[in-house]
């Protein structure tokens, strides 16, 4: 399906990435990669001790690196939410295959994500959620062949309007 490209997905922390990447893998018979996992992996550590360790430029550094790393072909690939700080990271990701915005709103990622503080987001100490909702926006629709709107809409909505987008390309 694709012709054997991959499919990578962006978007905010909560959009759903890596719940629903799984998913598409299975439905559009591909691979699945997270490179949040690619990270941990290739540091033997977690976001969180990365970040402790180094802070949040650090994590953005390694994450760049990783993604420029990453040949995967036939796979769905779900990004971190801070990729998109990378043009060199995005541009070889567009190489890959499509890029699918997860798109959902501030309140909606708010009803979904009750671990802001603790959850790993690669931001300043004094950016709020909204500030780094606001700061990405405008990355996430930059780089985005597709955008799917996750409002109020459950996984298997979202799953199924991703699949008749990608497969309308
Ligand atoms: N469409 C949706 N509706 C409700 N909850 C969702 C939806 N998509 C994802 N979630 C939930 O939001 C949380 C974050 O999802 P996750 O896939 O880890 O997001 P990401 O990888 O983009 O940060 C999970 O608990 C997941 O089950
Ligand atoms: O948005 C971010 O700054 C981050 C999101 C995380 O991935 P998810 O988007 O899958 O939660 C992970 O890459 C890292 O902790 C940084
Ligand atoms: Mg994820």
Redesign the pocket.
Known sequence: MLDGKSVVLI??????????GVMLAKELAKDFIDTDILIQSSENATLQEIMDEGGYLHLRDIEADVIQNAHYHNHVI?TG?SAVYSEEAMKHLATLGPIVY?EASLAELRR??HNYESRGIARREDQSFEDVFDERTLLYRRYADITID?DG???GA?LKTTVEKLLAL
């Open positions: 978007g905010m922390p909560g959009a759903g990435k890596s719940t629903i779900a939410g997860l979904r994500i996750g809409r459950s996984q979202v």
